[in-house]
Nanobody, 121 residues
Framework: QVQLVESGGGLVQPGRSLRLSCAASGFSLDYYAIGWFRQAPGKEREAVSC????????RYVDSVKGRFTISRDNAKNTAYLQMNSLKSEDTAAYYC??????????????WGQGTQVTVSS
């Protein structure tokens, strides 16, 4: 079965960290860029970060630059989003998606089901 599965979400206090994982099964991530998106209640889906298939190109929305780090381990067929210094405005459902050929072009072939991140004291 072809799927992406996110994990690692939860409830954290402001200023703390979480690491989200995006594990692929049924296909290889080797040739896919991976994007992370988030959607808060009542808001549109927002692109948060993207990493190229090689890992050499990473992109971030301005609001998370310096706080979030995207990475991937192709040997584990998994991508990650390290989120530090979390803020209440980071609260959202986070989704990963696989696209080809790169972060700047192509289409998203696969989406995960999402993992909830709630930042609250």
């Amino acid at each position: 079965q072809v799927q992406l599965v996110e994990s690692g979400g939860g409830l954290v206090q402001p200023g703390r960290s979480l690491r989200l994982s995006c594990a692929a099964s049924g296909f290889s991530l080797d040739y896919y860029a991976i994007g992370w998106f988030r959607q808060a209640p009542g808001k549109e889906r927002e692109a948060v970060s993207c990493i190229s298939s090689s890992g050499g190109d990473t992109r971030y929305v301005d609001s998370v630059k310096g706080r979030f780090t995207i990475s991937r381990d192709n040997a584990k067929n998994t991508a990650y989003l390290q989120m530090n210094s979390l803020k209440s405005e980071d609260t959202a459902a986070y989704y990963c998606a696989a696209l080809r050929p790169s972060c700047t072009q192509g289409s998203y072939d696969y989406w995960g089901q999402g993992t909830q991140v709630t930042v609250s004291s």
